[in-house]
């Protein structure tokens, strides 16, 4: 049955709509909620999975273990960010595919290799050596979709979405991978930041993204130039070229 993405598509409109400058951020005062006696620390979240033309092979669905100390509104804007990063990875891997012929260039990754021109290659890579960011954004999201077939088949360990709270400004978490197989999208969020009514969507998506490829195998520095940083800030810009008002570090300073 084919995957209706219309509401993946509307998402990716609001992001689109909603980048704009960052504002410095207030802190609240900080109550942790409580963890109810009988309720389990997590709970399944299933996303489905959008399925582009050239790629078989694909579950339904990708699953993540969520906790349960995240409430309905902010559980909500993680599969909102998750369900951003899946767009990108399906209209990267549509417009690459180029009607059978597969070789088109996507618009990620257009923009991705205008601007990233260091540290392209993830630490499981052992190919031809990856000199641009075209390259690198297509070795990524490769890797993309062996994380999701390796997720929604359960061959992976089970992925979790961690609880935090910690009134800086990073929103999302994750370590660096060092395999090809079998990764499990593990990822620590800040709840403190998806209160803030300034933290946009398009914030969090780029900040999700940042942390699926960190579970793909790139590295930091997150900062100008890198492509850790340079492909998702391409995706928070709806792939346009940068805009002098906008600094990256209002877009990256949100990445860890």
Same mark, same amino acid.
């Not at 299933?46 to 790629?55: D, E, L, Y």
């Not at 490829?213 to 800030?233: Q, W």
């Given at each position: 049955?084919? =995957?209706?993405?219309?509401?993946?598509?509307?998402?990716?409109?609001? =992001?689109?709509? *909603?980048?704009?400058?960052?504002?410095?951020?207030?802190?609240?005062?900080?109550?942790?909620? /409580?963890?109810?006696?009988?309720? /389990?620390?997590?709970?399944?979240?299933?996303?489905?999975?959008?399925?582009?033309?050239?790629?078989?092979?694909?579950?339904? #669905?990708?699953?993540?273990?969520?906790?349960?100390?995240? #409430?309905?509104?902010?559980?909500?804007?993680?599969?909102?960010?998750?369900?951003?990063?899946?767009?990108?990875?399906?209209?990267?891997?549509?417009?690459?595919?180029?009607?059978? $012929? #597969?070789?088109?260039? &996507?618009?990620?990754?257009?923009?991705?290799?205008?601007?990233?021109?260091?540290?392209?290659?993830?630490?499981? !890579?052992?190919?031809?050596? =990856?000199?641009?960011?075209?390259?690198?954004?297509?070795?990524?999201?490769?890797?993309?979709?062996?994380?999701?077939?390796? #997720?929604?088949?359960?061959?992976?360990?089970?992925?979790? =979405?961690?609880?935090?709270?910690?009134?800086?400004?990073?929103?999302?978490? $994750?370590?660096?991978?060092?395999?090809?197989?079998?990764?499990?999208?593990?990822?620590?969020? +800040? $709840?403190?930041?998806?209160?803030?009514?300034?933290?946009?969507?398009?914030?969090?998506?780029? *900040?999700?993204?940042?942390?699926?490829?960190?579970?793909?195998?790139?590295?930091?520095?997150?900062?100008?130039? !890198?492509?850790?940083?340079?492909?998702?800030?391409?995706?928070?810009?709806? !792939?346009?070229?940068?805009?002098?008002?906008?600094?990256? +570090? &209002?877009? !990256?300073?949100?990445?860890?």
């Amino acid at each position: 049955m084919p =995957i209706n993405i219309q509401p993946i598509l509307n998402l990716m409109q609001s =992001i689109l709509q *909603s980048v704009g400058q960052v504002n410095n951020l207030l802190p609240p005062s900080f109550i942790a909620p /409580p963890m109810n006696e009988g309720i /389990p620390p997590y709970t399944e979240m299933a996303i489905p999975v959008p399925q582009p033309p050239g790629i078989t092979g694909l579950p339904p #669905n990708v699953y993540f273990d969520v906790s349960t100390r995240f #409430n309905a509104t902010q559980k909500q804007k993680i599969t909102d960010s998750i369900n951003g990063v899946l767009f990108n990875w399906y209209l990267h891997m549509t417009q690459k595919w180029n009607g059978g $012929a #597969n070789n088109g260039l &996507s618009q990620l990754a257009s923009c991705t290799n205008t601007y990233a021109t260091k540290n392209l290659r993830p630490l499981w !890579y052992r190919g031809v050596a =990856i000199t641009n960011g075209r390259k690198a954004t297509e070795v990524a999201m490769d890797q993309f979709t062996q994380i999701i077939k390796d #997720n929604g088949f359960r061959k992976s360990p089970k992925a979790r =979405i961690d609880w935090t709270y910690n009134r800086g400004i990073t929103t999302m978490r $994750a370590n660096t991978a060092i395999g090809q197989t079998r990764v499990p999208v593990n990822i620590i969020v +800040n $709840a403190y930041q998806l209160d803030q009514s300034n933290v946009t969507t398009g914030l969090l998506l780029g *900040s999700m993204f940042h942390a699926w490829l960190h579970r793909a195998g790139f590295t930091d520095p997150k900062t100008t130039s !890198y492509f850790i940083s340079e492909c998702p800030m391409c995706a928070m810009r709806g !792939y346009q070229v940068k805009n002098p008002a906008l600094p990256d +570090n &209002s877009f !990256y300073q949100f990445f860890d």
